[in-house]
């Protein structure tokens, strides 16, 4: 039997992220995460304070997991 903990982990995982424009701070820096899309695909994008910017790779869909290992990834020291 799963526990109810793992049911809406499980299920919050599988939404589907359709557009994002959110700025949040992360150990003492301000960062933009927004998605770009054209006809052929759809990128996260993290912009720092101080400009940097990362880039994700081509997505056919975006999953709310695909964020979080987008910004694990990206916010890596």
Same mark, same amino acid.
Do not use: P, W
């Given at each position: +039997?799963?526990?109810? $903990?793992?049911? *809406?982990?499980?299920?919050? #995982?599988?939404?589907?992220? $359709?557009?994002?424009? +959110? ?22 994008? *993290? ?9 994700? $790779?081509?997505?056919?869909? #975006? ?7 987008? *910004?694990? #990834?990206? *916010?890596?020291?």
């Amino acid at each position: +039997m799963q526990s109810n $903990k793992y049911t *809406l982990r499980r299920g919050l #995982m599988g939404i589907t992220v $359709k557009d994002l424009n +959110m700025v949040f701070t992360y150990e003492e820096h301000t960062y933009r995460l927004m998605t770009r899309s054209d006809d052929d695909c759809v990128q996260l994008i *993290l912009i720092s304070d101080d400009y940097e910017m990362t880039e994700s $790779k081509c997505l056919n869909n #975006m999953r709310l997991y695909t964020v979080i290992n987008f *910004l694990r #990834m990206a *916010l890596q020291h």
